[in-house]
Antibody, heavy 123, light 110 residues
Framework: QLQLQESGPGLVKPSETLSLTCAVSGDSINDAGSYWVWIRQPPGKGLELIGSIYFLGGTHYNPSLKSRVTISVDASKNQFSLKMSSVTAADTAVYYC???????????????WGQGTLVTVSS | QSVLTQPPSASGTPGQSVTISCSGSSSNIGSNAVNWYQQLPGTAPKLLIYSNNQRPSGVPERFSGSKSGTSASLAISGLQSEDEADYYCAAWDDNLNAWVFGGGTKLPVL
């Protein structure tokens, strides 16, 4: 059974960089049929896809966040990571990592999710 | 403001049926498949319906999905108290070049 677990600081200061890691267990991150994604949910609000990465390293970012986001993969540790720069209070959210199951990022679905981690942006 | 439009709330009593709508446009629902996610209180979303009307293994048959034109629907029959959750629709948007979600529909089971 595939499992994903987010980790990282729960508090980040405004203008600094948010860094999170998602550890994948139960399967290899090198699964050719999978993309690995980050999704966030501000308190009391809906879901927003941040971006995705393919095991070969190809990335796709939400255009609205693209200038501030970097997603990378470390296959040797079976994990992938998110960095978001210049954060503000508007970036306060529960951050989920998930697997996208589909041949292309534009098709398929998100079938496995981490439990989520709350990141608060505050001084 | 979400790209896909859902009613903010729906309601039903145990045993009843309820339908949740999801309205989009030609660039998302009109040209791509719709997925539905269920988010129980305090938990991560869970895939409920994929490719408009397919149920993953383990999802009860009383959950069903449909799509027509630029709108999609999630139907729940025989409502149970454990169905009390937030429900989100999602689709790829060809213009935005991104996955977009509905704003979510809160479903209390009264």
């Amino acid at each position: 059974q595939l499992q994903l677990q987010e980790s990282g600081p729960g508090l980040v200061k405004p203008s600094e960089t948010l860094s999170l890691t998602c550890a994948v267990s139960g399967d290899s991150i090198n699964d050719a049929g999978s993309y690995w994604v980050w999704i966030r949910q501000p308190p009391g609000k809906g879901l927003e896809l941040i971006g995705s990465i393919y095991f070969l390293g190809g990335t796709h970012y939400n255009p609205s966040l693209k200038s501030r986001v970097t997603i990378s993969v470390d296959a040797s540790k079976n994990q992938f990571s998110l960095k978001m720069s210049s954060v503000t209070a508007a970036d306060t959210a529960v951050y989920y990592c998930a697997r996208h199951n589909g041949a292309f990022i534009s098709s398929g679905f998100f079938d496995y999710w981490g439990q989520g981690t709350l990141v608060t942006v505050s001084s | 403001q979400s790209v896909l439009t859902q009613p903010p709330s729906a309601s039903g009593t145990p045993g009843q049926s309820v339908t949740i709508s999801c309205s989009g446009s030609s660039s998302n629902i009109g040209s791509n498949a719709v997925n539905w996610y269920q988010q129980l209180p305090g938990t991560a979303p869970k895939l409920l319906i994929y490719s408009n009307n397919q149920r993953p293994s383990g999802v009860p048959e009383r959950f069903s999905g449909s799509k027509s034109g630029t709108s999609a629907s999630l139907a729940i029959s025989g409502l149970q108290s454990e169905d009390e959750a937030d429900y989100y629709c999602a689709a790829w948007d060809d213009n935005l070049n991104a996955w977009v979600f509905g704003g979510g529909t809160k479903l209390p089971v009264l």
